[in-house]
């Protein structure tokens, strides 16, 4: 079992920049394929990019080329940088660790694009 804390989250003007933070409480080198999700008011939650153990990466359309992420073993954390911010992105993101059907969540963290 993993424990999920994400960070980062707050209110950004449009065309800004935020960095999410996602500590797990172990280690998730080779372990685990992460992900980063989004939930906006009233929609389904979404893929928005994920990582797999052997490192190979997928983003959602929307934000290919204004988004990354990346992973840093050694504090067993995944960062989701976000560019170029508009008000579609305004959602609640969370943090998903898989391991086969074994799928582990954290409490998400509010991203507001606005003006």
């Known amino acids: 079992q993993v424990q999920l804390v994400e960070s980062g989250g707050g209110l950004v003007q449009p065309g800004g920049s935020l960095t999410l933070s996602c500590a797990a409480s172990?280690?998730?080198?080779?372990?685990?394929?992460m992900g980063w999700y989004r939930q906006a008011p009233g929609k389904q939650r979404e893929l928005v990019a994920s990582?797999?153990?052997?490192?190979?990466?997928n983003y959602a359309d929307s934000v290919k080329g204004r988004f990354t992420i990346s992973r840093d073993h050694a504090k067993n954390s995944v960062y989701l940088q976000m560019n170029s911010l508009n008000a579609e992105d305004t959602a609640v993101y969370y943090c998903?660790?898989?391991?086969?059907?074994?799928?582990?969540w954290g409490q998400g963290t509010q991203v507001t694009v606005s003006s």
């Open positions: 990582i797999a153990r052997g490192g190979s990466t």
């Open positions: 172990r280690s998730i080198y080779g372990i685990y394929d």
């Open positions: 998903k660790a898989a391991l086969y059907e074994l799928q582990y």
